[in-house]
């Protein structure tokens, strides 16, 4: 039960911002654990002067970011393990650069988790989980 919140150049069109989340929902379904009609995601499209970023921290030695730079910021149910995270990062860094055209350099993920009592999808109930078919 994942919201995702996508933030990108005001520059990009509706049908890359559309691939872009698409892309990302095959990978949370195939690499995250997550359910295929679990998608919630808001997209932000900013103008330059709303993301203020260092091009070069945490970048490999002669690498920097470029104004291509997306952030995908995932809060999520339940704890997933390191080595599904690491899988998850590097297939969906990979398939969005090929989606986009852009360099896997330029997407950064941040990953939180929460427990199902802190969602409320409607009416102000408390969630539950849907019931396994």
């Keep these: 039960m ?22 990302l929902q095959e990978c949370l379904v195939s690499d995250f654990n997550v359910p295929r009609d679990d998608q919630f995601h808001i997209i932000h499209k900013l103008d330059r002067t709303q993301r203020t970023i260092n091009t ?3 970048m490999p030695k002669g690498k ?14 339940k704890p997933r393990l390191k080595e599904m995270k690491a899988r998850f990062y590097k297939v969906a ?20 988790h929460n427990h199902i009592e802190d ?8 969630a539950t989980l849907p019931k396994e078919a």
């Design 56 to 58: 070069s921290y945490a």
């Design 64 to 77: 920097q970011r470029s104004n291509d730079w997306i952030l995908i910021e995932i809060t999520g149910g």
């Design 119 to 126: 969602w409320s999808f409607s009416h102000g109930d408390i």
């Design 93 to 112: 860094a990979t398939k969005i650069s090929v989606a986009l055209n852009i360099d896997p350099a330029d997407i950064m993920f941040v990953l939180s």
């Design 2 to 23: 994942p919201l995702v919140r996508i933030y990108v150049d005001q520059t990009r069109s509706d049908a890359e911002t559309a691939s872009l989340s698409n892309t």
